[in-house]
């Protein structure tokens, strides 16, 4: 890993945007395969255009002691204030909104969800990342910062009361928007994307390949998995742009991507009476991922009970998992519900 203070010569700079979020005056974390669809998304480089976050989390990293983020906890620092502005864009964040941000290490994408006008839920579980945090912004009704896990973290507990009370017990969700630790991306994915009833919109910055595959995998493909299934039926899914890894402290091995779950309410899922039983077979119909679905599902019904239902769904006897769209799935698991 550099040294911190050898970046000092170079910052990088970001490519125009298209869309700049409104500003109001405030002090500057974030940090392929071929079966998968290549996308016309635009690209954020580090090669034109000016920076203030370079600078930012330098000052912030040094501020006390801290010259090296912690490998452990996967923490890459984006170093170009354009990514954070454009996340902001993306989750459309307006004056008024909530915003949960998981990881906001030296506050960085903060700035620039604050300057929008949102109030921030920081969630930070490095203890001297949200001390560093407290001491930038000091002391603001717009900023709440958590220092727990977010795995950890009761999410409803905390929004939903702080929701009602904020539109006088009206209707208002609050929105994500988070640049994540590369290895905790999936485990978040999943913890966030069922909560249609506190989140409209959930927007991260991710490793491009997980992007790619959580957005875009197609079926009949070795990327499709029951990720792709539960994504589907949580949400609908767009990737929106790369984030080249010349962006970030210290420089991972490969580029970001920045994906927006539109997040589905309960009433718009797929009618599949339990959930937890509709992914309990989809998870044992890709235990066997090779084998036809009529071995796979074996342990639910009989080979002919499988068979007659991808008769009566209209798929052939022999289909196995990754033939299979969300809409299939969801018929073969009613069909087989009434065997």
């Known amino acids: ?110 700035a620039s969800l604050l300057s929008a006008g949102a109030t921030v839920f920081a969630v930070e579980k490095d203890k001297h990342m949200a001390t560093l945090l407290n001491d930038r912004f000091g002391s603001t009704e717009q900023l709440k910062i958590i220092g727990e896990d977010i795995t950890k973290f009761n999410i409803r507990s905390h929004f939903i009361p702080f929701l009602e009370e904020k539109s006088h017990h009206t209707k208002k969700y609050a929105k994500v928007v988070s640049n994540l630790p590369f290895n905790v991306s999936t485990e978040v994915v999943k913890l966030l994307l069922p909560m249609g009833d506190v989140f409209s919109v959930v927007v991260l910055l991710l490793q491009d390949e997980t992007a790619l595959r959580l957005a875009d995998a197609s079926i009949q493909t070795p990327e499709y998995r029951p990720i792709n299934v539960f994504v589907n039926f949580y949400s609908e899914p767009e990737y929106k742009f790369k984030v080249e890894r010349t962006n970030f402290f210290p420089q991972p091995k490969v580029d970001g991507a920045v994906v927006s779950f539109k997040l589905k309410n309960a009433g718009d899922y797929p009618p599949v009476g339990s959930p937890k039983s509709f992914f309990s077979m989809v998870n044992s119909a890709f235990n066997g991922k090779r084998k036809m679905l009529r071995k796979s599902l074996q342990h639910l019904c009989s080979s002919a009970e499988i068979e007659a239902a991808l008769t009566n769904i209209g798929l052939p006897v022999t289909a196995r998992p990754s033939d299979l769209l969300l809409d299939d799935f969801v018929r073969l698991h009613n069909h087989l519900a009434k065997a």
């Open 1 to 110: 890993m550099v040294a911190l203070t050898s970046l000092s010569a170079s910052p990088p700079s970001p490519s125009p945007s298209p869309a700049t979020p409104r500003r109001r005056p405030w002090p500057c974390h974030v940090a392929s395969s071929p079966h998968l669809r290549s996308r016309p998304a635009a690209v954020v480089s580090a090669t034109s255009g000016v920076t203030d976050d370079y600078h930012s989390t330098i000052r912030s990293l040094n501020s006390r002691g801290r010259h090296v983020p912690r490998k452990s906890l996967g923490q890459n620092y984006m170093l170009n204030s354009k990514v954070n502005e454009e996340l902001v864009v993306a989750a459309g964040v307006e004056e008024g909104d909530v915003v949960l941000e998981i990881g906001p290490g030296t506050g960085s994408l903060t």
